[in-house]
Structure formats: structure tokens, C-alpha cells
């Protein structure tokens, strides 16, 4: 498995400003993926967060809102632009990892976003 | 993407066992079948993979049938502490996870 980390854990913050959420894994990782819980939900992937490249966005989000780095492969941003009430979510961060000749995603243990 | 389809909620007293069971008709070839575990304010937490027949880890049971358009989720003897919401998955390595809405677990003395 991996050891997945995020920080912070939970923000309040204020409509119309950006907040980052970190995510490190304890081992070198090539996917790693960015989900959005909102309250009571099920998880929707935000993005694929590619290393040395721009992030892979599903329908429905795009990069000037949620804009992600991936310098390494260990470590990997989301920043929530210009929020809104809309944006409170639990945003977790997933790494994909080889067991026994399996690939399995892990997840981190999310940050709890609250927007006034 | 394959959609998965469970039940919203189930209930069952200590000691049963449980079966959730997850549809999934349009399953791609080359797709795993993954159960994650959820508590509140937590991340979802790996349980059981699988691609077909049965595979059973300290946890739990997994049952594909051949046609793998489903698959079964076997908690035995459950705890109070197996309250939580199981998620069905499906996904190709590579690819990230196509989440069901969740079965909703309520374990009751």
C-alpha cells in the first residue's frame, strides 16, 4: 500500500479567495488522481494529475479553476480558485499502486473544505 | 465508463454476514472490480479487488460470476464497527476509479 498525507486537513475559508491542498505519498507514484465528495456523495474525479505535464480534467472542471502541479512523484497541489459555498467538499487525492502484480488505488485522507 | 449500480442501505445485527452486491453491465475487458470501505471525515479505505471467480483477503470475500456484469461484496460476522458506506468501483489500471453512489452498512447490536 502507500502512506498517503494532505494538507490541511480542514479550512474554513471565505467566498471569492483560493486555498492549495498538498498531497504526499511515501513512495515514488505515477498516477495520481485529484476526487471531489460533496456532502453525502459519492466521489467525482476532478483530474488526473500528471507528472512534467498539464492535468488530464474531466468534463465539468477545468484548469482555471482548479489548477494542480505534479513536480515529482511523490507530491502533488490542488488549488480551489475563487471559491464559492458551492466548492464545500471533501477533496481526496488518490495514488495508484503495484501489489503483487495488481495496480490498486490508495487515497489520502481528504481535506475538508468549507466555504462561507 | 462502466456504471455500478447497489443498494442504497442495508441493515444487519452483529454477528451476520453480509452481502452487497454491485452491478456493473457495461464492465470493460480490461477492468478491475474494487470495494473501499468509508467512515465519516475519513478517506475511502481499500477493502477487496478483484477481476473474476472469488478472491479473499483478512477482510472480506469477493464473488464475480463469469459474465463479471456483477460482483458480491461478503462481510462475515459483522461488528458494530463495520458501520460505514461501501463504494463498488470499477477501473483499468492506469485510469482512475468510476465510483457507484455507495451501500450504506447499518450494524446494530
Known amino acids: 500500500s502507500a502512506v498517503i498525507s494532505q494538507k490541511p486537513s480542514r479550512d474554513i475559508c471565505q467566498r471569492g479567495t483560493s486555498l492549495t491542498i498538498q498531497c504526499q505519498v511515501d513512495s515514488q507514484v505515477t498516477m495520481m488522481f485529484w476526487y471531489r465528495q460533496q456532502p453525502g456523495q459519492s466521489l467525482t474525479l476532478i483530474a488526473t494529475a500528471n507528472q512534467g505535464s498539464e492535468a488530464t480534467y474531466e468534463s465539468g472542471f477545468v484548469i482555471d479553476k482548479f489548477p494542480i502541479s505534479r513536480p515529482n512523484l511523490t507530491f502533488s497541489t490542488l488549488t480551489v480558485s475563487n471559491m464559492s459555498p458551492e466548492d464545500s467538499s471533501i477533496y481526496l487525492c488518490?495514488?495508484?499502486?503495484?501489489?503483487?502484480?495488481?495496480?490498486?488505488?490508495?487515497f489520502g485522507p481528504g481535506t475538508r473544505l468549507t466555504v462561507l | 465508463l462502466a456504471k455500478t449500480t447497489q443498494p442504497i442501505s442495508m441493515d444487519s445485527y452483529e454477528g451476520q454476514e453480509v452481502n452487497i452486491t454491485c452491478s456493473h453491465n457495461n464492465i470493460a475487458t480490461n477492468d478491475y472490480i474494487t470495494w473501499y470501505q468509508q467512515f465519516p471525515s475519513q478517506g475511502p479505505r481499500f477493502i477487496i479487488q478483484?477481476?473474476?471467480t472469488k478472491v479473499t483477503n483478512e477482510v472480506a470475500s469477493l464473488f464475480i460470476p463469469a459474465d463479471r456484469k456483477s460482483s458480491t461484496l461478503s462481510l462475515p460476522r459483522v461488528s458494530l464497527s463495520d458501520t460505514a458506506v461501501y463504494y463498488c468501483?470499477?477501473?483499468?489500471?492506469?485510469?482512475?476509479?468510476?465510483f457507484g453512489k455507495g451501500t450504506s452498512l447499518l450494524v446494530t447490536p
Open positions: 468501483s470499477s477501473r483499468n489500471s492506469g485510469y482512475a476509479l468510476n
Open positions: 478483484g477481476y473474476k
Open positions: 488518490s495514488v495508484e499502486v503495484r501489489t503483487r502484480g495488481t495496480d490498486t488505488q490508495y
